[in-house]
């Protein structure tokens, strides 16, 4: 079993920034692809980024490419999703997920957090 708590999200203005943080406790964080995912209001949940074990590889949805980068860092067990350039579009609730695999672009993971809002107003 693997627990998943995010934090950071938040009310943010166009254009600004928020770091979103996942903190991991069960099995060892580092036998995990990690991705975070979003579903915004009234829609179906959707792939935002993913990274590998130790970070070699990372994978993101063309919506957030060039604005949001996913790392880890495996001595705290954390996952994290700096997002920069906000748009309103990027509201949703934030789901970061485990998966003990290669990333996935599909919601195919193992454990998920129980989400953070993020809301950017225009």
């Known amino acids: 079993q693997v627990q998943l708590v995010e934090s950071g999200g938040g009310l943010v203005q166009a254009g600004g920034s928020l770091r979103l943080s996942c903190v991991a406790s069960?099995?060892?964080?580092?036998?995990?692809?990690m991705g975070w995912f979003r579903q915004p209001p009234g829609k179906e949940r959707e792939f935002v980024a993913a990274?590998?074990?130790?970070?070699?590889?990372?994978n993101y949805a063309d919506s957030v490419k060039g604005r949001f980068t996913i790392s880890r860092d495996n001595a705290k067990s954390t996952v994290y999703l700096q997002m920069n350039s906000l748009k309103p579009e990027d509201t949703a609730v934030y789901y970061c997920?485990?998966?003990?695999?290669?990333?996935?672009?599909?919601?195919?993971?193992?454990?998920w957090g129980q989400g953070t809002q993020v809301t950017v107003s225009s």
């Open positions: 069960g099995r060892a964080f580092s036998g995990y692809t």
């Open positions: 990274i590998t074990r130790f970070g070699g590889t990372t």
């Open positions: 997920a485990a998966r003990a695999g290669t990333i996935a672009t599909t919601p195919k993971y193992d454990y």
